[in-house]
């Protein structure tokens, strides 16, 4: 049994810093920012302290986080969360605001039992906040639950996924073994290409589906369900980290969506970029191309996720401007564990006991990547990079929309209609529903849309959608060529 450590003694920062901590001036701010004002009233009568504080207390020993302007001592809830400690710990230190409520959004139960734990308010963030709920995503969270109750369905039913995953991974099985077999019988390059593209593609169904649920705690309603799928997916199979992308994808993206300097899937600053996606960004000559260039670019981000998986994580210990908490002894072997298995059956094995050359090996490795570090990409760019989307400017002291308003203007829907799009892309053709219920099974993802398109117009709150996959792909395409040669938007 874990014997969680007591909380430290809590002092009123305005008589003094916090005894386990340094003062706020000897803390310089993970990312370089200045900080921000909060968006919702501070209290009288409670303890203030800064982010940079609250930071600090991002360990099992001292687990604190801050929802709105309230501090939450969480530590003695760590081993009693239902959904386990994990996501607790990652979330450890941060700004929760739209976290909590977007993977807690049918019940009310969580922010009842909150309130025993809060020890003062932050007079500062990190990262701009967003505006209050006005009512939008209230009555939003109310239809969908109801929706699932009225239904009798489970919104994190693991079924479905399960047995997509076992055909995905028969699909990869056969197309690696054929391109490995092709190589060994000095088949002809056309053949090994064509196996190789078909591993790529394969390679990255399981990431879109099964991964990329378990990482939004999306199927079951435990931490094993979600720790052993995601893990198995990303880790183990695809030789990339879970913790990385939860950093990057759930803490970054999701929250930020398109604010540019915060949202790890933008440029980081508003020059420097080898790419220009808002008008925020300052231009330069070598941006009009960028809808030639980034097409190719686009297939290196395989590799590169792999890469910075490491150095984010153990190097620069931050991904973006995401702070990334410290990791213990066991989750750092297993990082060398899965990575060490990757590099055994996907390099090792075919070398030396299939017999498979190095050098052909290497080239066709580089297809595989190139293929599902495109095929991820691309899905992910035509959601959020479109003439149709809204971008941010971090630098800003609070986003202009509530969050559940500005997950719509920033997302773009397509092809709804389109079973075969649905699963090539793990529906992400739904982005909206799934930015606004990350927590939800992706094949709940059809029904919930005509619920989500009724409360946004009743609301008057704008919902992106084109009707093709192709109609989204020339949008992107359009973006990219307008911010890098439309001379009206250089001015700054």
Not at 4 to 32: D, F, M, W, Y
Not at 199 to 221: R, V, W
Request: glycine content about 6%; charged content about 15%; hydrophobic content about 40%.
């Amino acid at each position: 049994m874990t014997v969680v450590e007591p909380a430290p003694k809590i002092i009123n920062r305005r008589n003094g810093p916090l005894a386990t901590q340094k003062t706020s001036s000897e803390a310089s701010g993970s990312n370089g920012r200045s900080s921000f004002p909060v968006t919702t009233p501070r209290l009288p009568d409670l303890p203030e302290y800064t982010w940079q504080e609250v930071a600090r207390h991002n360990t099992p020993a001292s687990c604190w986080v801050y929802i709105g302007t309230k501090v939450y001592d969480i530590t003695p809830w760590l081993d009693r969360h239902p959904g386990g400690r994990q996501v607790l710990l990652l979330a450890a230190g941060r700004d929760c605001t739209d976290l909590f409520i977007s993977y807690h959004p049918f019940t009310e139960l969580p922010g009842k039992m909150l309130a025993k734990f809060c020890v003062g308010q932050v007079c500062t963030t990190e990262f701009p906040q967003y505006q209050p709920d006005t009512g939008f995503y209230t009555e939003l969270r109310k239809e969908v639950g109801e929706f699932f109750r009225e239904n009798k369905l489970d919104s994190k039913d693991p079924t479905p996924g399960m047995v997509r995953l076992a055909g995905m991974m028969v699909a990869c099985a056969v197309t690696f073994s054929l391109m490995i077999y092709s190589c060994t019988q000095e088949w002809s390059f056309a053949v090994q290409f064509l196996a190789a593209l078909a591993f790529g593609m394969a390679q990255a169904l399981p990431l879109f589906h099964m991964m990329h649920d378990a990482s939004h705690c999306a199927i079951g309603h435990t931490e094993g369900w979600w720790a052993v799928v995601g893990r198995f997916t990303l880790d183990w199979f695809a030789g990339a980290s879970m913790n990385s992308w939860h950093n990057q994808h759930i803490l970054g993206h999701h929250v930020y969506t398109n604010v540019l300097g915060i949202d790890p899937d933008l440029p980081m600053a508003k020059t420097g970029s080898f790419r220009r996606v808002t008008h925020h960004q300052k231009w330069n000559a070598g941006y009009r191309l960028q809808h030639i260039y980034l097409l190719f670019l686009y297939g290196l981000s395989a590799l590169k996720f792999r890469i910075e998986d490491v150095t984010d994580l153990l190097i620069f210990k931050k991904v973006g401007p995401i702070r990334m908490n410290d990791i213990d002894n066991r989750e750092v072997l297993s990082q060398v564990l899965s990575k060490t298995f990757w590099l055994l059956w996907r390099f090792i094995l075919p070398v030396f006991y299939f017999g498979v050359g190095a050098g052909r090996l290497l080239v066709l490795s580089l297809v595989v990547e190139f293929v599902t570090g495109y095929f991820l990409n691309f899905n992910f760019q035509i959601s959020h990079i479109s003439p149709l989307c809204e971008f941010t400017d971090g630098e800003q002291p609070a986003v202009p929309k509530e969050w559940a308003q500005s997950q719509l203007a920033t997302t773009l829907d397509y092809a709804h209609d389109s079973p075969i799009v649905r699963f090539f892309n793990g529906a992400l053709n739904f982005q909206s529903v799934h930015h606004l219920f990350p927590a939800v099974s992706q094949y709940h993802y059809p029904a919930l849309a005509p619920i989500v398109k009724r409360v946004a117009a009743k609301h008057g709150v704008r919902f992106n959608y084109v009707g093709t996959l192709g109609e989204a792909f020339r949008l992107h395409l359009q973006h990219l060529y307008v911010l890098g040669v439309d001379h009206v938007l250089h001015s700054h």
